[in-house]
């Protein structure tokens, strides 16, 4: 068999690393090489001219005779109009088809969806209905279906906007045809170019805004959506994603009374910068109603999705209600009833969780007894204990981080060598100790810190001035945290912390006992005790092993697509704790806990914090331990269903 791009890759790397002078940049060429060798017409710059985010090593571009052929694969039958993955083979083909769709955020909304959201805001014969963002045009098939029904006129009433004209060429036409909707129905316009009073307001507007992060949706698309926003009165923070200023905008279109009934990201019911929205939404609507899916709406993508029923545009809501369902089916069944569903979250609720609805969709009985918990004086949140912050930030960890054979290869002294932890694995207890680094810095792990200090280069020794020549010719000093800080190699890091944050984890979060004394990264979250309170930090990591505190931290963080538990600072500083200072346990008995975790027993040593915490020390009865202990297992089950989801995508 011929070899193939892989293999003429790896052989002329090799031959590289054999010359024994290979860098970065020596292996460039064959990467080039490999990239073009993909697809025809796929042209790979290297070292482009500076772009607006920075100084790629890459700009990978295809001509447009064969763009044009990818993009007319994307079309698929209207009965699945879910975003396809990336099966494999994964060719250019499909890498360029996704790039697009995630420019866009273009990702399709189910026919079922789609119908049950039309199906609730479209309620009258002569409902007009707007689509903000209508892609292929699922909703407003759905909504041409439901006025059609309601002997309307769904060639005046129904209307979109797209911004991608691909689309419209592609696969909107023959449906607009089908329905008997003029072409001009359909607005092919960026969303923030269009004001609401250019036309008569809408009864129903509905749709799935696109989802585009703040390191995607930036120059002045962003600066437009933001501008039109603060008009409003809403002043975004700066990492808002692109949806949170649509949802504003599409608002404007309505009419008094009107409903807005739209698929929205689960950061709606967690992030900081949606809490602007969230309110917005809270003055301007009489009623909301929130739902959320075990099974999840896209099963395809890394991130979950909501359903926002938004009704009585021009009133003043007194209350959210939200509620967890297993699938569509069980909305449908609720929504036919026309009913109202879920547990109701006053204003004043809502300020009690920091803004955050996400904490809301807890079982009834368990989040009484979560409530009932938070607010005895013997329990307090972790900010009420310590400071929570990141670790460290190097630029280039690989670079920074040195093994004892580099070192003493490089003849850095031992002066520039501080301890450390570069990665939350390493931890395996539930305090490091000094013989942890031992072992790690034996096995040949980069765990020294180069620690310079911040003085003019000339005053370094020789070694080390090899050493960061080095760097240099690798471009380590252009890394955007190096480039930004004078001198670039000299990284900020404070004193070791007292304990550390497993703040991402697929199972359960821990603070950990730092012992030894060591720096860390930004891989794990610096926990530093408030000193006037004489806390023992085995006190504090043992205490968070209980179940009130696992369970707390489920609901302070919030799941990433993947599945995984993230804990920003100042979530975690909200999670709950029992006191330390009220707890009394022996040495001997952390180290049991400790011993449990590193033999990768969680279970045992959850229940036996349980034991010691929850119910020796704070009374609880085990029917109240049990509440908290199932409720944990179903919660975090759920979040790990997406693990094993997207690793089977
Ligand atoms: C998540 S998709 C939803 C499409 C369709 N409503 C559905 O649910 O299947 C988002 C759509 O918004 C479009 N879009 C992105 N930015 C836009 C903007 N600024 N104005 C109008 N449409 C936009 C994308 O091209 C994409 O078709």
């Not at 890498?95 to 079922?112: E, H, L, P």
Request: hydrophobic residues 40%; glycine residues 8%; charged residues 25%.
């Amino acid at each position: 068999m011929a070899p193939g791009p892989i293999d003429a890759y790896r052989r002329e790397i090799g031959e590289e690393l054999q010359a024994g002078n290979a860098t970065e940049h020596t292996h460039r060429p064959a990467l080039r090489s490999l990239i073009e060798s993909l697809a025809p017409g796929v042209t790979a710059t290297n070292e482009p001219k500076r772009v607006e985010c920075g100084a790629p090593d890459f700009i990978v571009s295809r001509s447009a005779a064969h763009a044009a052929t990818n993009l007319r694969g994307t079309n698929r039958p209207a009965a699945t109009r879910s975003f396809a993955s990336c099966e494999p083979p994964c060719t250019m083909e499909h890498v360029a088809t996704q790039v697009a769709q995630k420019d866009f955020g273009a990702y399709y909304t189910s026919t079922r969806v789609a119908e049950l959201l039309v199906g609730w805001a479209v309620r009258n014969h002569d409902d007009r209905v707007l689509d903000p963002s209508c892609g292929e045009g699922v909703f407003l098939e759905a909504a041409a279906a439901r006025v059609t029904a309601l002997k309307g006129q769904a060639s005046s009433q129904v209307h979109g906007i797209e911004i991608d004209p691909k689309v419209l060429r592609r696969s909107l036409a023959p449906l607009l045809r089908r329905f008997l909707i003029p072409e001009e129905n359909v607005r092919i316009s960026d969303f923030f170019d269009v004001r609401a009073p250019d036309q008569p307001p809408f009864q129903a507007v509905v749709g799935n805004p696109p989802f585009i992060r703040y390191q995607t949706f930036k120059g002045p698309s962003r600066q437009k959506a933001l501008g039109l926003v603060r008009g409003l009165g809403v002043a975004l923070p700066e990492l808002a994603s692109s949806w949170a200023p649509f949802l504003l905008h599409a608002t404007e279109f309505l009419d008094a009374g009107g409903r807005l009934a739209m698929v929205v990201p689960a950061e709606f019911t967690h992030a900081g910068y949606a809490r602007p929205v969230v309110q917005y939404f809270a003055r301007k609507f009489a009623r909301i109603q929130l739902a959320s899916f075990s099974d999840r709406l896209f099963p395809e993508l890394n991130e979950d999705a909501l359903l926002l029923l938004a009704e009585g545009y021009g009133g003043e809501c007194r209350e959210f209600r939200v509620k967890r369902f297993q699938g569509v089916k069980d909305l449908e069944s609720v929504l036919e009833l026309r009913k109202g569903f879920g547990a109701r979250v006053g204003l004043a609720k809502l300020q009690d969780t920091n803004g955050r609805l996400r904490n809301h969709f807890l079982p009834r009985d368990l989040k009484a007894l979560y409530d009932f918990l938070a607010a005895d004086s013997r329990v307090c949140r972790l900010g009420e204990l310590a400071q929570v912050g990141i670790g460290y930030v190097t630029g280039n960890n690989q670079f920074f981080h040195l093994s004892r054979n580099e070192a003493r290869q490089l003849e850095i002294p031992p002066l520039y060598l501080k301890r450390s932890l570069l990665r939350s694995g390493m931890i395996k207890g539930l305090r490091f100790t000094s013989s942890d680094w031992v072992e790690l810095r034996d096995e040949g792990e980069k765990v020294h810190l180069l620690a310079l200090p911040k003085v003019a280069e000339s005053e370094l020794p020789d070694p080390v001035l090899e050493y960061l020549a080095r760097g240099k010719r690798l471009g380590v000093h252009k890394a955007y945290k190096c480039a930004v800080r004078n001198p670039w190699f000299s990284v900020p890091h404070a004193q070791a912390a007292d304990t550390f944050l497993t703040y991402m984890s697929g199972d359960a979060p821990r603070i950990v006992w730092n012992s030894a004394g060591v720096l860390a990264t930004n891989s794990t979250h610096e926990v530093r005790l408030n000193s006037l309170q004489r806390i023992k930090p085995q006190i504090l990591s043992l205490a968070f092993c209980c179940s009130l505190s696992q369970l707390s931290a489920e609901v302070e963080g919030h799941p990433l697509g993947g599945g995984m538990l993230k804990l920003e600072p100042s979530e975690a500083a909200r999670t709950l704790v029992v006191r330390p200072d009220l707890l009394k346990f022996s040495e001997a008995q952390f180290e049991e806990m400790d011993y449990f975790i590193r033999s990768n027993s969680m279970s045992s040593a959850i229940d036996m914090a349980d034991d010691l915490v929850l119910r020796g020390d704070l009374g609880l009865n085990w029917d109240q331990i049990q509440v908290l202990r199932n409720g944990l297992t179903e919660v975090r089950e759920q979040r790990r269903k997406r693990i094993a989801t997207s690793s089977s995508n």
